[in-house]
């Protein structure tokens, strides 16, 4: 399946060059792959977590879900509108552990301690790099968030006098945190020489597209469908019909889509209003989410 969705970005990558989308075009692609495969990710959380705590899905198992799961999000959600700055920095911090759990799964670390090590690490250089990779865009994104201001944003107005020297470093760090977590028998096997392998060719489609369409290949096409196979795999749903499978998306969907219209129709003529609100949404469901997917892939990679 990675071979597949490489494929697919190494096409959207060519279209990107020859047809040069706008800023505008790239967001509204954005919003689309967010509403077919970004959020169905996320929406059938409350199965998981029955299924991670081996509850039989009553409604009071239900309800107790809902209380944790919109409890984390909107204290989440208060944090944004006390300390924008801090919220961000933290959304930051768990997106990287996030994105960079599931990139790094199929890895054979020593040890639980060094798969978040490494998760982490990936996952915040990752990041970083695709911020300041792309400095004059995400600026002013970021300064589009509530209560975000411009001197919280410095290092990203100076960041051509980052771009030069923080990917090597980047690169070293990685490799340094990667080989002190494999055991020595890892180091060259074919399963690590593969994995880094579809680690490189993806960083390397992402880097050449534009910051939007990038994120939205990374967060869409590769990010949600891998999550989405894993789960629709730890639900044992695979032999089931995608209706479904639909069926137990529609309700949670519905209601995402309608924000997402909302957002679309009040913000259609500030499109960085809209980009940081699209990426405000996302934040605050993704502090509750991370728990639940994590769980889920740590159970995997103990099966596995």
């Avoid at 309700?251 to 003529?269: I, Q």
Wanted: proline fraction near 4%; glycine fraction near 6%.
């Amino acid at each position: 399946m990675r071979i597949r969705i490489l494929l697919i970005g190494f096409l959207l990558s060519i279209c990107s060059l020859l047809l040069n989308f706008t800023p505008l075009q790239q967001t509204y692609m954005l919003f689309v792959g967010v509403a077919i495969i970004g959020i169905p990710h996320g929406s059938i959380d409350h199965y998981l977590y029955m299924t991670n705590n081996k509850l039989s899905g009553s409604y009071i198992h239900f309800f107790k879900f809902l209380i944790q799961y919109i409890g984390i999000g909107l204290i989440y959600a208060a944090l944004w509108w006390l300390n924008p700055v801090v919220a961000l920095f933290i959304f930051i911090g768990i997106s990287a552990f996030h994105f960079g759990e599931l990139d790094t799964l199929n890895f054979d670390f020593k040890n639980k301690k060094y798969t978040y090590l490494v998760a982490f690490t990936y996952g915040l250089l990752f990041l970083l790099n695709l911020l300041l990779f792309n400095g004059k865009d995400v600026l002013p994104i970021i300064q589009s968030f509530p209560g975000i201001s411009l001197t919280s944003t410095e290092m990203l107005q100076s960041s051509d006098l980052w771009i030069p020297i923080f990917p090597i470093i980047s690169v070293i760090i990685f490799f340094v945190i990667l080989l002190i977590s494999l055991p020595k028998s890892e180091y060259f096997s074919k399963k690590t020489l593969t994995n880094l392998l579809f680690l490189v060719c993806l960083q390397g489609l992402i880097f050449s597209m534009p910051l939007i369409l990038g994120f939205a290949f990374y967060f869409c096409a590769w990010h949600a469908v891998l999550s989405f196979h894993s789960i629709l795999k730890h639900l044992e749903w695979q032999t089931k019909s995608p209706v479904f499978v639909l069926k137990k998306l529609v309700p949670t969907n519905f209601a995402a889509w309608l924000f997402l219209g909302s957002l679309m129709f009040y913000f259609k003529s500030d499109l960085n209003r809209l980009t940081a609100i699209l990426f405000l949404g996302i934040a605050v469901l993704t502090a509750p989410h991370i728990g639940v997917i994590s769980r889920m892939l740590q159970s995997q990679k103990m099966k596995v």
